[in-house]
């Protein structure tokens, strides 16, 4: 089993940024791929970046794509996420998620292991 631990999230006015922190332990060698996703009140878990483990390679949502940036760093098994022009509509839980899957994926089901989520408000 891999172990994620999300810190980072709180409440920031709009146009504002927060960094995300995700700290992964245990079985950390099965893992190809880490990702974030975010749930607000009432709405789907949705794929928000993803990272490849060793390769850097990332790939985002179009909803955030040229705002948030993705990047790991690998000797502390710590992965971040950059949120810049934060809006209202990104309010929401945000999950770090971990992959065995080499190949670049996007949904829920595909991911196999989950942090316990971090609180994102951004007021107007």
């Known amino acids: 089993q891999a172990q994620l631990v999300e810190s980072g999230g709180g409440l920031v006015q709009a146009g504002g940024s927060l960094r995300l922190s995700c700290a992964a332990s245990?079985?950390?060698?099965?893992?190809?791929?880490m990702g974030w996703f975010r749930q607000a009140p009432g709405k789907e878990r949705e794929f928000v970046a993803r990272?490849?483990?060793?390769?850097?390679?990332?790939y985002y949502a179009d909803s955030v794509k040229g705002r948030f940036t993705i990047s790991r760093d690998n000797a502390k098994n710590t992965v971040y996420l950059q949120m810049n022009s934060l809006k209202p509509e990104d309010t929401a839980v945000y999950y770090c998620a971990a992959t065995s899957t080499i190949a670049v994926v996007t949904t829920v089901g595909q991911y196999n292991y989950w942090g316990q989520g971090t609180q994102v408000t951004v007021s107007s």
């Open positions: 990272i490849s483990w060793s390769g850097g390679s990332t």
């Open positions: 245990g079985r950390t060698f099965s893992i190809y791929g």
